[in-house]
């Protein structure tokens, strides 16, 4: 298994710019989830799913969505980048009869 | 608000000798716990985890122990090594009624000198 993936590795945006990040896994994980982590800083939540067709907002939503139309992906959309969003963005993956999650190597976003 | 926090923010030992990590939380409802280990560029990567039915549990140079009566949370390694070094991260598990999900501390960072 290739375990969770994640493109781009490194992306820079003008502000005002959308992206999608993309995300997926081949574990046949029901949950997915999408962090973020700022320098020297732990994750924060930004929006998760607990299967295809369903989604829901973690601790930091504004400012992106998310979509969940298979059990394999989980893109994340940036609609108007803005300074502040600018950090490593990682997603994970879980299978529904624990709670250890499983990382992706993370997206480094810089947008000036 | 409820919160994951560290005691120490960063941790330098020796090749060889013991390093303990420090956790505190506060949600009372936690019911499960996890350390990561974060090297340099690279995603979070599952070190141990303990049940909040549980003191203690082992794995491979490491052990976690859990205080419930403080809400306090450790990692400790043996024999820290080189390779050792990086962020460790934990993490609780909070039952909500949309469903769980991990809260994450800000991280130790664990520097082993040669």
């Known amino acids: 298994n290739a375990g969770v993936t994640q493109t781009p590795k490194f992306r820079i945006l003008k502000i005002g710019q959308s992206m999608t990040l993309q995300c997926t896994q081949d574990?046949?994980?029901?949950?997915m989830y999408w962090y973020r982590q700022d320098p020297g800083m732990g994750l924060k939540l930004i929006y998760y799913?607990?299967?295809?067709?369903?989604?829901d907002k973690g601790e930091v939503p504004n400012g992106y969505n998310v979509s969940r139309s298979t059990t394999e992906d989980f893109p994340l959309r940036l609609e108007l980048a803005a300074p502040s969003q600018t950090s490593v963005y990682f997603c994970?993956?879980?299978?529904?009869?624990?709670?250890?999650?499983?990382f992706g190597p993370g997206t480094r976003l810089t947008v000036t | 608000g409820e919160s994951v926090g560290l005691h120490l923010p960063t941790l330098s030992v020796q090749e060889g000798d013991n390093s303990i990590i420090n956790c505190a939380y506060s949600?009372?409802?936690?019911?499960?716990f996890i350390w990561y280990k974060q090297e340099s560029g690279k995603g979070p990567q599952f070190i141990i985890d303990?049940?909040?039915?549980?003191d203690k549990r082992q794995g491979q140079r490491v052990t976690v122990l859990l205080n419930k009566t403080v809400k306090h949370l450790s990692l400790q390694i043996a024999a820290t090594q080189p390779g050792d070094s990086a962020v460790y991260f934990c993490?609780?598990?909070?039952?909500?009624?949309?469903?769980?999900?991990?809260?994450f501390g800000e991280g130790t960072q664990l520097t082993v000198n040669p």
């Open positions: 993490a609780e598990n909070i039952r909500e009624t949309s469903g769980s999900r991990l809260t």
């Open positions: 799913s607990v299967g295809a067709g369903i989604t």
């Open positions: 994970a993956s879980r299978r529904g009869s624990t709670y250890e999650q499983y």
């Open positions: 949600n009372s409802a936690s019911d499960y």
């Open positions: 303990i049940r909040s039915n549980m």
């Open positions: 574990m046949n994980h029901n949950y």
